[in-house]
């Protein structure tokens, strides 16, 4: 048996920490239900900021909320504003499983709403059995995605200065979105 990444929330923020809650985490249903995410499922989060890595479970927030709520013990592990990465897994009988196995992915822009739905794909190619690429899940394309190598960083960072959002803001997307 491999354990694999079956859905994952990239970059989300922290909105929010209730020691004295029960133990989870509260996500917003509409994402999860758009990664694959299911209350009650054991999730790993990495904390971007901090470091830490916490394993514990989803329960529901508020739909359209964008929430993400440490509760419990997991409070301690985050401050407010903190990006972090929420990961389901799965297990599969071996790596011939990893062709059909399209893992969602999604990205968020600092006020938690959804950047991108990505997915992994694992295919074979000229070079090795096991090939590895990140596709846009609405256009199954590698050059859709901001992942790619072949983005146009200065007009990215045009557009979201024309939303409005600081250079700070702004340069912490862009060091979490691109290889430089």
Same mark, same amino acid.
């Given at each position: 048996?491999?354990? *694999? /990444?079956? @859905?994952?929330?990239?970059? $989300? &923020?922290?909105?929010?920490a209730?020691l004295?809650y029960?133990?989870? !985490?509260?996500?917003?249903?509409?994402?999860?239900?758009?990664?694959?995410?299911?209350?009650?499922?054991?999730?790993?989060?990495?904390?971007?900021?901090?470091?830490?890595?916490?394993?514990?479970?989803?329960?529901?927030?508020?739909p359209?909320?964008?929430?993400?709520?440490?509760?419990?013990?997991?409070a301690?592990?985050?401050?407010?504003?903190?990006? *972090? /990465?929420? @990961?389901?897994?799965?297990? $599969? &009988?071996?790596?011939?499983?990893?062709?059909?196995?399209?893992?969602? !992915?999604?990205?968020?822009?600092?006020?938690?709403?959804?950047?991108?739905?990505?997915?992994y794909?694992?295919?074979?190619?000229?070079?090795?059995?096991?090939?590895?690429?990140?596709?846009?899940?609405?256009?199954?394309?590698?050059?859709?995605?901001h992942?790619?190598?072949?983005?146009?960083?200065?007009?990215?960072?045009?557009?979201?200065?024309?939303?409005?959002?600081?250079?700070?803001?702004?340069?912490?997307?862009?060091n979490?979105?691109?290889?430089?």
């Amino acid at each position: 048996m491999m354990k *694999v /990444i079956r @859905a994952k929330l990239h970059g $989300i &923020r922290v909105t929010s920490a209730d020691l004295n809650y029960h133990g989870s !985490i509260t996500l917003d249903p509409e994402q999860c239900a758009l990664a694959g995410i299911y209350p009650m499922e054991f999730v790993e989060i990495w904390n971007k900021n901090s470091g830490a890595r916490i394993s514990t479970y989803v329960i529901f927030g508020q739909p359209g909320s964008r929430c993400c709520v440490l509760n419990g013990a997991a409070a301690r592990t985050c401050q407010l504003g903190d990006e *972090v /990465i929420i @990961a389901a897994a799965d297990y $599969i &009988r071996g790596p011939e499983e990893l062709y059909t196995l399209k893992p969602r !992915i999604l990205t968020f822009l600092p006020d938690n709403q959804v950047d991108q739905v990505l997915y992994y794909d694992v295919y074979q190619s000229e070079a090795r059995p096991f090939d590895f690429r990140i596709l846009d899940a609405d256009k199954h394309t590698v050059e859709a995605c901001h992942t790619w190598p072949n983005v146009d960083i200065a007009s990215v960072r045009d557009d979201l200065a024309a939303k409005g959002w600081a250079e700070a803001e702004i340069d912490s997307f862009v060091n979490s979105h691109f290889s430089l």
